[in-house]
């Protein structure tokens, strides 16, 4: 129980940081990622509060896909920040 | 603003400058005045990149779950929330509720006392204009208050009203003292903001609503920029009236909120007259996307709070350090200890270089000098003047917005590019010269012709 819920949990990071690198605005890719990077390094030892937690991580990940797909409909230009990312990678 | 002739006859006969000199500063008095006019509104173009957004106290992004919240009532649950007969209306309806109850909980309230207005400014017209005065016709309010409060205040002058305008304390703070001397009996409302828009300082809300409680006097407090940044509890504040406005809390725009106090009952005229909406108060459909979308935001604040709170400060203590250790004669405008972190104002002393010429030079960064409603005007802000900065350090100052959405490489990306900017517009300024040659601008006479 304890093992799978940990791939479990894993899988669902994985999921999240993978969705919310899709997110085309700047603020908002960014705010995910470190949120949900934050959000998973807390420790929580009560199960009913993990239970909560996963349920909203669950919720969060279809927020982010639609999310998604909603700002690439209305895709704008890019932010200065950006392009000094990309030139440095 | 001088005109270049004058300048070069004042700085030549005055301080023994050479005529290079001079005509270097006709020079960049022009580059000031062109600048000046430079800053008109355009559009981006298709391949222009956009700029950093570091301008949070004007606006906020909206939080993508606050949008996801909002989107089915825009699409499919359309129905009136105040049709009684089917289930669009009922639908809407239990969301208009469950938002009143996100918005309530935030502030420590009682959902039956929050109405949902068009925004803080109407809120506060509710609270100022139309509060039901009898026969108490004193009011106190600040001279650092929100442009609506005081014009609020101004109306009524007129009307009959007496109104005092407290002075604030060079940190930026009222003094306790000076209200309890200034409430009279015949005072009815205190109207203090939380926290201030411009220079980020915080009232001591509790001390002032216990003090008005105990003389009965009805408190009101704008708390569009304190809501969910801060914690708030209304009960233990004391606070009889307060406004809440949507998109300062990454909320959409075109809703807040107001609180209006059943336990003692505070009494207000209504507005907007009608079919009996939100208690008689507000009478109109409550538009359900935008409360739900409201009430989404609050919940959100109240769960993130301690983690926006200790992000932003982090933020905005890099922002500061690395901006002061690069650039000497900064001023921090506000109390250091209590204000909320995210709200920054920087005074740079640039000596007759105003700051319009370092927000055009900082076309890559979307910042301001001032709050929203008095961006038209080219005079300082009346906040930096109540708290009593000097002329040429009001003229240059310019405003630091640090939100929920802002990055290290953000403020990194301001402050290189801020400090670029402010060494290359000193290095061509002749009145910072004389100012690194120990002469001391305050003593120079200036003469008209």
Same mark, same amino acid.
């Given at each position: ?30 705010? &995910? *990622?470190?949120?949900? =990077? ?9 199960? #009913?509060? $993990?239970? @909560? ?8 990940? &279809? *927020?982010?896909?639609? =999310? ?9 230009? #890019?932010? $200065?920040? @950006? ?7 | ?449």
């Amino acid at each position: 129980m304890a093992a799978s819920s940990r791939e479990h949990v894993l899988s669902l990071y994985r999921l999240l940081l993978k969705e919310s690198k899709k997110l085309p605005s700047y603020n908002y890719r960014t705010y &995910a *990622l470190r949120r949900v =990077q934050d959000a998973f390094r807390e420790t929580v030892e009560d199960p #009913k509060v $993990v239970e @909560e937690l996963l349920n909203r991580a669950r919720d969060s990940l &279809a *927020l982010i896909q639609r =999310q998604v797909c909603i700002g690439k409909m209305f895709a704008i230009q #890019k932010t $200065v920040v @950006e392009q000094e990312e990309k030139k440095s990678d | 603003m001088m005109n270049g002739t004058l300048s070069r006859k004042l700085l030549g006969s005055m301080c023994g400058i050479s005529s290079r000199r001079l005509s270097f500063a006709q020079s960049a008095v022009n580059a000031v005045q062109k600048q000046k006019e430079l800053i008109k509104s355009r559009e981006l173009e298709k391949d222009e990149l956009r700029p950093l957004y570091m301008d949070f106290q004007a606006t906020t992004p909206m939080d993508p779950r606050v949008l996801d919240a909002m989107l089915p009532y825009q699409v499919n649950y359309y129905g009136n929330p105040h049709s009684r007969t089917h289930a669009y209306g009922w639908e809407s309806e239990t969301a208009m509720e469950k938002a009143r109850k996100q918005v309530a909980d935030l502030i420590g309230a009682d959902p039956r006392e929050t109405v949902f207005t068009s925004g803080a400014t109407e809120s506060q017209q509710y609270c100022v204009a139309r509060f039901y005065k009898a026969k108490k016709t004193h009011i106190i309010t600040t001279q650092t208050e929100h442009k609506c409060v005081l014009d609020s205040c101004r109306i009524l002058e007129a009307e009959g009203f007496e109104v005092t305008y407290l002075p604030v304390k060079n940190n930026g703070l009222i003094d306790l003292k000076q209200l309890q001397e200034t409430i009279r009996p015949d005072t009815s409302l205190v109207s203090i903001m939380t926290v201030n828009n411009e220079i980020g300082v915080k009232q001591p809300i509790k001390e002032i609503g216990h003090l008005c409680r105990s003389k009965n006097v009805f408190f009101h407090t704008d708390a569009a920029q304190a809501v969910g940044k801060i914690p708030i509890n209304v009960n233990d504040w004391k606070v009889d009236l307060m406004s809440i406005s949507g998109h300062k809390i990454s909320g959409p725009k075109g809703v807040g909120a107001l609180y209006v106090r059943r336990r003692p009952r505070v009494r207000i005229e209504p507005l907007q007259n009608g079919g009996g909406q939100e208690r008689g108060l507000r009478s109109g459909t409550v538009p359900t996307p935008l409360v739900v979308g409201l009430g989404a935001a609050c919940e959100i604040a109240q769960q993130e709070l301690e983690y926006d709170h200790k992000c932003v400060t982090v933020l905005a203590n890099r922002l500061v350090q690395k901006i002061v250790s690069e650039i000497p004669d900064v001023v921090k405008n506000g109390d250091p200890d209590q204000r909320y972190p995210g709200k920054i104002r920087l005074s740079n002393c640039l000596f007759f270089l105003k700051w319009e010429s370092l927000l055009m030079a900082l076309k890559d960064v979307a910042l301001s000098s001032g709050s929203a409603c008095t961006s038209a005007s080219l005079e300082p802000s009346y906040v930096l003047r109540a708290i009593g900065a000097d002329e040429d350090l009001a003229h240059s100052s310019i405003r630091f917005g640090i939100g929920r959405f802002t990055t290290e490489e953000d403020v990194d990306y301001t402050v290189e590019k801020c400090i670029q900017q402010v060494k290359r517009l000193r290095e061509m300024s002749p009145l910072w010269e004389m100012v690194q040659e120990g002469i001391d601008l305050k003593s120079i006479k200036w003469t008209q012709h």
